[in-house]
């Protein structure tokens, strides 16, 4: 085994190539989910029927609460946590900044930035060494928007991962002496529900001729280099954020 993989927003999409991938390479997985239980558990079962072992865990990021009890089902569970993947990401739709309530604006940062946050120091205090753990990786996942801005669709939302930008560059110094690792993917187009879910089903299709690659990205190909980033493959990369995004 190669420990306890924590992935939130594990039932669908890019989180649930992540778990699955990380089922068959060992991981026990732990995968997160908010609404969503028979997609979660099917996520579950594949990872069973691949001769892997995963367990679901209903999760609301925006309460603290909600994310202590998490993690002391994970200390509960009795295997060495030693991989967290911050994948669960809201964008609360599409709109213009002088449309944005601020009840939206709230709830994007609550769940992408203070979830991300809190799991993250969770994962340090149960990972670290100066806490007594044997080492571990996180692996952010953020979005090319941080970078292009999101204009006239959702600068909020880009804000938000921005803020997952500067905490991977900076919490992968603070804790690199401690033995963990944190790096970050920042997907660009990929084809999953995202789009539909913030009420654009025809983005995909109107965006990919702008992608130099020529196509919209797969999730399986975003999970491929999270679980790069995860081994020991990328034992000297801290501090990284990777685009996966066909050269947009």
Not at 73 to 90: E, H, K, Q, Y
Request: proline share 3%.
């Amino acid at each position: 085994m190669n420990g306890l993989a924590v992935v939130t927003g594990g039932s669908r999409g890019i989180g649930a190539a992540i778990a699955r991938q990380l089922g068959q390479q060992g991981y026990e997985v732990c995968l997160t989910y908010e609404q969503n239980n028979d997609a979660a558990q099917q996520v579950v079962d594949a990872i069973g029927a691949a001769g892997g072992r995963a367990w679901r865990f209903p999760l609301n990021l925006a309460s603290p609460e909600a994310v202590m009890a998490l993690f002391d089902a994970v200390d509960r569970r009795g295997t060495p946590l030693s991989l967290l993947v911050n994948n669960a990401g809201i964008t609360e739709g599409f709109s213009r900044l002088e449309a944005l309530s601020y009840e939206r604006l709230e709830h994007v940062f609550q769940v992408n930035v203070f979830g991300a946050f809190l799991c993250a120091r969770e994962a340090v205090r149960r990972m670290g060494y100066s806490h007594g753990g044997a080492a571990g990786v996180i692996v952010n996942v953020s979005s090319r928007a941080a970078e292009l801005g999101g204009a006239g669709e959702w600068i909020h939302y880009a804000a938000s991962k921005g803020a997952i930008d500067s905490l991977t560059r900076g919490l992968a110094k603070e804790v690199a002496g401690d033995g963990i690792r944190v790096n970050a993917v920042a997907p660009g187009l990929i084809e999953t529900e995202l789009h539909a879910a913030a009420g654009k089903p025809e983005r995909l299709a109107e965006m990919s001729s702008g992608v130099p690659a020529g196509r919209a990205g797969l999730p399986q190909e975003v999970a491929d280099c999270v679980c790069w980033l995860a081994s020991e493959a990328a034992s000297y990369v801290t501090g990284t954020i990777v685009p996966v995004a066909g050269g947009r």
